[in-house]
């Protein structure tokens, strides 16, 4: 979806993970994370400056127990972050508020027919389904985005569960690429030319 040469920013970084098998030098690759110091929802680039967005932030919310030991979860990068974007939400509602004002931002720095590459993951929390992938396309498309694509990314080992006396829930053993597009603006010149040709 993204074309060799474009202007990648990885907004969420980290150990570079989501690039080891993608060629050097393929495309312009600019990094940061909330790790050293840039956070997601208060970006340093300029307004339509960017081809590709990539959002890979921890994405789920630790309920206790072991079930995100292994795992990045959200409380320990984003819950004491500081600064004037910090969330003053709880447990699913401040991942989804991260997402949300990183959707903003990616919207921003954006280029037209820029992509937003989005990695996500449905969760229970408060013993209440959440499907994450699907607020987040709802709340994007409020945005302006399209959903171009979707993939499934489905891993081998067992997910993680937290101290349950009773499971009520599918277990999460996939997670989900979401492929965003910004639509070409139309001008309100454009519009009215529209309307008049249409009459």
């Avoid at 954006?110 to 993951?121: A, H, N």
């Avoid at 699907?134 to 080992?157: H, P, Q, S, T, W």
Wanted: glycine share 8%; hydrophobic share 35%; net charge positive.
């Amino acid at each position: 979806h993204i074309k060799e040469g474009s202007k990648v920013a990885d907004v969420t970084y980290g150990n570079g993970v989501f690039w080891r098998n993608v060629p050097k030098n393929y495309y312009e690759l600019v990094v940061s994370d909330i790790a050293t110091g840039i956070d997601c929802r208060e970006l340093p680039y300029g307004d339509l400056s960017l081809d590709a967005v990539v959002l890979d932030p921890p994405y789920m919310h630790t309920p206790g127990g072991t079930a995100h030991q292994n795992h990045q979860n959200f409380e320990k990068y984003y819950r004491n972050n500081g600064g004037e974007a910090a969330s003053e939400k709880k447990y699913h509602e401040a991942v989804l508020d991260l997402y949300f004002k990183a959707g903003r931002e990616a919207w921003r720095v954006l280029r037209e027919e820029g992509v937003f590459i989005v990695k996500c993951q449905d969760e229970v929390c408060a013993n209440k389904q959440r499907l994450t992938h699907v607020e987040l396309i709802n709340e994007f498309a409020d945005l302006g985005f399209y959903c171009k694509d979707l993939f499934v990314l489905v891993r081998n080992g067992k997910p993680g569960v937290s101290r349950i006396v009773k499971q009520v829930h599918a277990r999460k053993n996939h997670s989900y690429f979401l492929v965003f597009v910004k639509p070409k603006q139309k001008t309100r010149t454009q519009g009215k030319t529209l309307q008049t040709a249409a009459r």
